[in-house]
């Protein structure tokens, strides 16, 4: 039993952290006991969609906060493990694995369960609810020819938008006859749906669904759809057994009054299992008024929950929509042009109730504000009008910016002002607003700008939480002796908040501490964790290397081996001259690097990746320099290094630069009399040209300056920061200047020379002594 009796929450999602935050903030020093249900800490379901990405996604990437800020802030954690009885007279909870929880007030945060409608053949289907969820309609989606989503809620359309950016082809399945009719009226609906299937996604109206069949989907009328995936997305219900049992007065969510107490005075409800006047919410915003109260209710401060006007917005890529309150009332006014519509709705007295804008959400924080605080206006229109032209100073500091996370204008500005904050990162981390679905940062970004008159913001913090840079963490790691991302935590608090640093400092730490460093594999993406690119599908891929682009008849039959005996769905020539193999699962992946004899590429990784090159002086009858011969041996000195952002260099035979060298981040050019080193060159999202750093007589001379500018960037760049945004930032001058200098060029080379000696060239050799026991097991829900 845990004996120290104080509050304890129940549910571990984004209610539940709200709470233990809120009750943290206005005392420090009451016992918080979290039980999640979920094997996960808190996460953010709003983006849960991600993990559905065609870039993939790790569930550690949703945590609200690292497991550090839970010991900083004193709250207890139990995950896995659910309250299967709650005693309040008693003031006991009992727990699924036999043990108690004692408690003086407990605040149930058990949220909602996925509302699945009597279908036969109704076992077949997946719901769209948690990360489990997620994992198995990935894999489903791999192998299907059409999937079928049914509901056209904000919910479904999120997941069919997913399913189709995975390459499968999907249609949403709607009962009624508009898409989202809560939040909609016609006219808008009526521009939303074609404004879905402009995305790949088919929309079928005024369909019920009558049964899932191993061919399809058959609806009331008789038809079907041909499809081998189906999710049902039509809503959720309140998890009210707990509750129910526990005696407690229940209707369609526990009942609360406006202190968001029960029918017992020792139990409140929060979030969506929560019914308060009647009203169920089954959206995020009014969790974070909720647990406001609920905190000010705990701490014994007088409080009222006045209800949450309803506000969505669908986030799919390419469409604007935000609505806040009725789509259809007394007095209405639309703003329509093309696929742009913006309605306001008011009451017979003038006052405010709803706004639905698509295609044009100019000004929505304004609107919202004005419906949320019931804004008299005698000319509606103008109201829109005015909201149109909206800037952030022009908010009221009531207007809330952020959804996800329920922060109003008033308290960003507060926070900028205090700190005082300098950069939009920090006022991210220490205010939260953005840092869900991140829609609201153009917004923060540009209160900041209006805080500080107009003046660039400050250079990047590594930590912002902290406020901490880069040079103050390197210094503080230097003169303590620090070697690994634990010691710093403890040493400055630096990843203790949100965690999101610890990635960057995993590599500062590294590259100052090069041997002596200690691997944390916590502060690693998954990508890094298992030394393999995860794809679309929760499969992984192998990309061996390949120096110079140049391989051998063996190496190639090996390749065919492993792609054939693993089978393998695809095998991919790269644009850096190597081979791809696509589709492995993870618990393959020590055996495929045994059968391939290769060392890694590091295709995953922030590091050196790989270096380009044409066939030079060895056919071309062009060539200048032995383009191939200076590319491995490029390749081979600089494999194995991390870096700031991922490296891509190349070597070309002669300017005709059949390899590309201008556009990467290190580029060798052969010319008439030597060579010409270019460096911080783009051509992916952003293209550019790289900048001449030197031209030199000897290919020598050209890799020893590659070679030194490589260590400069490694020192100096931020986190995630590009060769070519690095050279933005501080200018050729000053790097030609450092590079080229024969006695700082010598102590970079030393440097290089250290951290070399101290990489690892091949990570796949873990294949032999895994970190730990479950490294390389199967995801969970994978195929």
Same mark, same amino acid.
């Given at each position: ?25 206005r ?14 800490r ?22 609200l ?62 719901v ?6 997620c994992?198995?309609?990935?894999a489903?989606a ?5 999937a ?47 404004a ?6 088919d929309v079928r ?15 009331d009328?008789?038809?079907?759809l ?29 009942v609360?009054?406006d ?23 089954g ?24 209800g ?29 042009a ?38 008299e ?10 909201a ?7 908010l009221?500091d ?17 926070a900028?002002?205090?700190?005082? %904050?300098? +950069?939009?990162? &920090? $006022?991210?981390?220490?205010?939260r =607003? /953005?840092?869900?679905c @991140?829609? #609201? !940062? *153009? ?28 040079e ?7 003169e303590q002796? %620090?070697? +690994?991302?634990? &010691? $710093?935590?403890?040493a400055?608090? =630096? /990843?203790?908040?949100? @965690?999101? #640093? !610890? *990635? ?5 730490v590294s590259?100052?501490q ?6 944390e ?6 990508n890094?964790?298992v ?6 599908d929760g ?22 081996d492993?792609?054939?005996r ?33 060392p890694?590429g ?21 060539g ?7 590319g ?9 290094l ?26 060798l ?24 750093l ?8 050209a ?19 590009r ?22 060029q ?34 969970d829900?994978?195929?």
């Amino acid at each position: 039993m845990y004996a120290r009796p104080g509050i304890l929450v129940v549910g571990g999602g984004i209610a539940g952290q709200a709470v233990c935050e809120a009750v943290r903030d206005r005392d420090p020093d009451v016992s918080i006991t979290l039980v999640c249900g979920e094997p996960h800490r808190p996460y953010d379901r709003v983006r849960l969609g991600s993990l559905l990405a065609p870039e993939g996604g790790d569930v550690e990437a949703l945590r609200l906060r690292p497991d550090t800020w839970y010991e900083d802030a004193g709250v207890r954690v139990l995950t896995g493990v659910r309250v299967t009885e709650l005693d309040p007279e008693l003031g006991r909870a009992a727990l699924a694995d036999g043990t108690d929880v004692v408690f003086d007030h407990a605040v149930l945060c058990t949220g909602s369960d996925p509302l699945v409608p009597p279908l036969d053949g109704g076992g077949g289907a997946h719901v769209f609810r948690d990360p489990a969820d997620c994992d198995a309609i990935r894999a489903a989606a791999a192998g299907a020819r059409r999937a079928a989503v049914i509901g056209g809620g904000l919910l479904g359309l999120e997941a069919a938008h997913a399913l189709a950016k995975l390459g499968c082809p999907t249609t949403v399945v709607h009962l009624v006859d508009r898409l989202m009719e809560r939040q909609l009226d016609g006219p808008a609906a009526a521009l939303l749906a074609p404004a879905i299937e402009r995305l790949g996604v088919d929309v079928r109206l005024t369909h019920a669904s009558r049964a899932i069949t191993p061919t399809g989907l058959v609806f009331d009328d008789g038809s079907e759809l041909e499809c081998d995936l189906v999710v049902v997305a039509v809503g959720v219900r309140p998890h009210v057994e707990l509750a129910r049992a526990a005696g407690l007065e229940v209707a369609r969510g526990v009942v609360v009054d406006d202190r968001l107490v029960t029918s017992h005075p020792k139990v409140l409800a929060v979030g969506e299992c929560a019914e308060h006047r009647g009203v169920v919410h089954g959206i995020v915003a009014p969790i974070h008024d909720q647990a406001q109260v609920a905190a000010q209710t705990l701490a014994g401060s007088p409080c009222a929950y006045a209800g949450s006007i309803p506000t969505a917005k669908l986030k799919v890529m390419g469409i604007d929509l935000v609505t806040a309150g009725a789509a259809e009332g007394p007095r209405e006014v639309v703003d329509a042009a093309g696929d742009s519509y913006r309605k306001l709705v008011a009451d017979p007295d003038g006052r405010v109730i709803g706004a639905v804008l698509l295609g044009d959400a100019r000004g929505a924080e304004l609107l919202i504000d004005a419906v949320r605080t019931a804004r008299e206006t005698d000319d509606p229109l103008a109201l829109l009008a005015e909201a149109s032209q909206a800037t952030a100073a022009e908010l009221p500091d009531s207007a809330q910016v952020c959804n996800c996370n329920g922060v109003c204008k008033g308290a960003i500005v507060e926070a900028i002002r205090e700190g005082p %904050l300098g +950069s939009t990162q &920090e $006022v991210v981390s220490v205010t939260r =607003a /953005g840092a869900g679905c @991140g829609s #609201c !940062k *153009p917004v923060v970004s540009e209160l900041l700008k209006l805080e500080r008159d107009g003046a660039a913001e400050e250079p990047a913090y590594l930590c912002p939480c902290r406020r901490l840079t880069r040079e103050q963490v390197a210094q503080l790691v230097r003169e303590q002796e %620090l070697t +690994s991302v634990g &010691e $710093v935590a403890e040493a400055c608090g =630096a /990843g203790r908040d949100c @965690g999101a #640093c !610890k *990635p960057g400092l995993a590599y500062l730490v590294s590259e100052l501490q090069a041997g002596r460093f200690r691997e944390e594999r916590h502060a690693r993406f998954i990508n890094d964790r298992v030394h393999a690119n995860i794809q679309n599908d929760g499969t992984f891929s192998v990309v061996p290397r390949i120096r110079g682009g140049v391989v051998t008849p063996d190496e190639l039959r090996r390749i065919a081996d492993v792609a054939d005996r693993y089978e393998l769905p695809m095998v991919k020539i790269t644009g850096g001259q190597r081979i791809d193999l696509l589709g492995a699962r993870k618990e393959q992946l020590p055996a495929i690097w045994e059968d391939l004899g290769m060392p890694s590429g590091h295709a995953y990784a922030k590091a050196v990746r790989t270096v380009k090159t044409c066939v030079g002086t060895d056919f071309c009858r062009f060539g200048l320099g032995d383009a191939i011969a200076v590319g491995i041996e490029l390749e081979r000195a600089m494999e194995g290094l991390h870096t700031p952002h991922k490296v891509k260099s190349a070597v070309s035979g002669c300017p005709r630069n059949c390899a590309e060298s201008y556009v990467k981040d290190i580029g060798l050019v052969a010319v008439d009399g030597g060579w010409e080193i270019y460096v911080g060159g783009a051509a992916g999202g952003t293209v550019r040209k790289g900048d001449l750093l030197a031209s030199v007589a000897s290919s020598d001379e050209a890799i020893r300056i590659a070679l030194a500018f490589l260590q400069h960037y490694r020192e100096r760049a931020e986190h995630l920061e590009r060769t070519y945004a690095y050279l933005q930032r501080v200018g050729i001058d000053g790097v030609r200047e450092a590079v080229l200098d024969p006695a700082e060029q010598a102590a970079l080379i030393e440097r290089y020379r250290i951290a070399k000696a101290a990489s690892d060239p091949d990570p796949w050799r873990e294949r032999d002594a895994p970190v730990h026991p479950r490294q390389f097991a199967e995801l969970d829900g994978a195929r």
